[in-house]
């Protein structure tokens, strides 16, 4: 099975930061993968796919880019509802299973 | 607007079984792949398992293959999941998501998600 990484698994930072998380993936994805945000309490919900596509009504400071291994999220200026986990996924395996990388934390600094 | 309400969840001894639902709504079910997605306490997304739009084609994860059978009811525009021989380590919320397409298309996604439903094995 494809194993997604993401890095940091933590990190803090005040609003108006400009903020990066990576995913790499095991081998080669192409550009089949996919970021959500999940709040704590709540269902994930998806920012980013293809790599690069912002999902419907998704904040334009999100953005995704990466193709192949390695794959980055970026926040261009964090807002107060930003602070969250968030999560890549990869939907290249076929058959199945669409693995989820660990995560990271997003807190505020 | 697209509605999925996962039901079943509770405590059961581990070795026993359970059935979660999914009440979907506010789209054309029978059109659309479906997966369940679990999470630990404290821990972070672990993919389960997919349906295809007609049920015919099914995937699972190593972690659950051979115990869990995921299965739907277009008729009733619900999703299940059969869990056999529970452990321990099969605690989680487990959601119920949406595919973006009917059938395991690579470069897919999971655009609506439910609330999830708990359950917990322990004796």
Redesign the interface.
Known sequence: ?IQMTQSPSSLSGSVGDRVTISCRASQSI???L?W?Q?KPG?????LI??ASSL?SGVPSRFSGSGSGTDFTLTISSLQPEDFA?Y?C?Q?????????????TKLEIK | QVQLVESGGGVVQPGRSLRLSCAASGFTFSSYAL?W?RQAPGQ????VA?ISYGGSNT????SVKGRFTISRDNSKNTLHLQMNNLRAEDTAVY?CARD?FGG?V??????Y????TLVTVSS
């Open positions: 099975d192409s550009s089949y996919n959500y999940q709540k269902a994930p919900k998806l796919y293809a999902q986990t999560y996924q939907s290249y395996s076929t058959p199945p299973p669409y693995t989820f990388g660990q995560g | 997966h997605v972070g997304l672990e993919w997919i995937y699972y994860a190593d959601y973006h395991l690579r470069g897919t996604m999971l655009n998600w439910g609330q999830g």
